[in-house]
């Protein structure tokens, strides 16, 4: 396993597009985080899962925001009708619950530019 | 609600210069604190993560002390290297494993 993975890396977007964007994580890990991060910030949480439930939403997910976890296994993001100000890093990252250290990894992220 | 705050939020040294970085919370309930790295552009990378129970924990060069009492965390880089310039940010973390992070310490070092 080479740890979380996203894809893409890059997304350029017209504002009121559509965006999806994927997350694989370690493969044993149960839960899985969703971040945003904007210039000159720490990461922000936007949601998480456990399994294929989503447990947690943060008021920054806008109702245009949805996340998914088929089967517990990889996840998407889904940003609909595109803002400029959505125009940020989103990071993926996943751990394992119950093991001695609740130590996440992150993904590389997907840097996102609205235009 | 957790606030964590870095200081300083920029550092420039010299080659061979031990490098201090400074991390707070406001709630001492914290599970984990976990220090990252992050080059620009970049995902983040985990250094160090620090349990509630510990007061430190030390990989190579590296040296992550916790003092849950006063809401403080130190990052320690011994004789620093220019490969050591990045970003750096501390995350405290609750039960659920989510992560509220600071601002990041921006660190450049100068050969």
């Known amino acids: 396993d080479t740890g979380v993975s996203q894809n893409p890396r890059h997304k350029i977007t017209k504002r009121g597009q559509n965006v999806t964007f994927r997350c694989d994580p370690i493969?044993?890990?149960?839960?899985l985080y969703w971040y945003r991060q904007t210039l000159g910030q720490g990461p922000e949480f936007l949601t998480y899962?456990?399994?294929?439930?989503?447990?947690?939403k943060s008021r920054l997910l806008s109702d245009r925001f949805s996340a998914e976890r088929p089967k517990g296994s990889f996840s998407t993001l889904e940003i609909q009708r595109t803002e400029q100000g959505d125009s940020a890093m989103y990071l993926c990252?996943?751990?394992?619950?119950?093991?001695?250290?609740?130590?996440?990894?992150f993904g590389q992220g997907t840097r996102l530019t609205v235009v | 609600k957790q606030e964590v705050t870095q200081i300083p939020a920029a550092l420039s040294v010299p080659e061979g210069e031990n490098l201090v970085l400074n991390c707070s919370f406001t709630?001492?309930?914290?599970?984990?604190l976990q220090w990252f790295r992050q080059d620009p552009g970049k995902g983040l990378t985990s250094l160090l993560l620090i349990q509630s129970s510990q007061r430190e924990q030390t990989s190579g060069r590296l040296n992550a002390s916790l003092d849950k009492s006063s809401g403080r965390s130190t990052l320690y880089i011994a004789a620093s290297q220019p490969g050591d310039s990045a970003t750096y940010l501390c995350a405290a973390t609750d039960s659920w494993g989510k992560l509220q992070f600071g601002a990041g310490t921006q660190v450049v070092v100068t050969p």
């Open positions: 709630d001492s309930a914290i599970y984990n």
């Open positions: 493969s044993e890990h149960n839960r």
């Open positions: 990252a996943s751990s394992l619950q119950g093991a001695r250290y609740t130590e996440a990894f």
């Open positions: 899962f456990q399994n294929e439930a989503q447990l947690e």
